[in-house]
């Protein structure tokens, strides 16, 4: 299976601001992976939009450094960028272990610590 569909960013919202200010929150990148984008199932839409959610990107990654979870968020290509909504670890066609995303869209972009 190739993973050529890009680079993203896996990223943490962390708040920057000091002690007693107004919360300032960034995305903190923690790792970045080749990934490959996926097509999104009728169950799985249909899933999402039962508990009113958008999938609008469903991406596989490698099993490696990090450990994607709910609620990290992910940019893609350096520009679009998501929350992470479900992950499941599962194998590819060769056995190995990946990582598959739902992503959705945020509206309101979020600064990155750089």
Do not use: F
């Not at 890009?6 to 107004?22: D, M, Q, R, S, W």
């Not at 609620?71 to 998501?82: A, K, L, M, R, S």
């Amino acid at each position: 299976m190739l993973l050529d569909s890009g680079l993203l960013t896996i990223c943490e919202l962390v708040n920057i601001a000091e002690p007693g200010n107004k919360p300032l929150q960034k995305l903190n990148p923690l790792a970045q992976q080749w990934y490959g984008e996926r097509t999104i199932g009728y169950n799985r839409q249909y899933a999402a939009k039962s508990v009113n959610e958008q999938v609008d990107l469903l991406v596989r990654i490698w099993a490696e450094d990090i450990r994607p979870r709910i609620g990290h968020y992910v940019i893609v290509d350096n520009e679009t960028q998501y929350r992470v909504d479900n992950v499941t670890l599962t194998a590819d066609e060769d056995g190995l272990t990946v990582y598959d995303m739902t992503l959705a869209r945020l509206e309101n972009h979020y600064d990155v610590i750089r």
